[in-house]
């Protein structure tokens, strides 16, 4: 089992950028496959990105693509999302989730472990 708190939301105006942090509790961090997703107001939650348990590996949806960078630190147990080139439609808030599974067609379902949320907004 693992608990998760994030933290480094916050309002920025579009083009800016926000680094968002997540740690994890217990021994077992390093196994997951370590995700974010978001939920804006009135949506469903969707899918941004995930990686790897080893880091070598992420995945972005193609509203993100090229702009977020997410990266974790197993000896801190922590993951972070880099947010650049950030725009309106980002506002958001923002889970960190753990143990997230790859669905036959290429999408990712979400594991049964999240975090509290932060709230990331936007300004135009």
């Known amino acids: 089992q693992v608990q998760l708190v994030e933290s480094g939301g916050g309002l920025v105006q579009a083009g800016g950028s926000l680094r968002l942090s997540c740690a994890g509790s217990?021994?077992?961090?390093?196994?997951?496959?370590m995700g974010w997703f978001r939920q804006a107001p009135g949506k469903e939650r969707e899918f941004v990105a995930c990686?790897?348990?080893?880091?070598?590996?992420?995945y972005y949806s193609e509203s993100v693509k090229d702009r977020f960078t997410i990266s974790r630190d197993n000896a801190k147990n922590t993951v972070s999302l880099q947010m650049n080139s950030l725009k309106p439609e980002d506002t958001a808030v923002y889970y960190c989730?753990?143990?997230?599974?790859?669905?036959?067609?290429?999408?990712?379902?979400?594991?049964?472990?999240w975090g509290q949320g932060t709230q990331v907004t936007v300004s135009s």
């Open positions: 989730n753990a143990d997230l599974s790859h669905k036959f067609g290429g999408s990712w379902s979400s594991g049964e472990y």
């Open positions: 217990g021994r077992t961090f390093s196994t997951y496959t």
């Open positions: 990686i790897m348990p080893n880091g070598r590996s992420a």
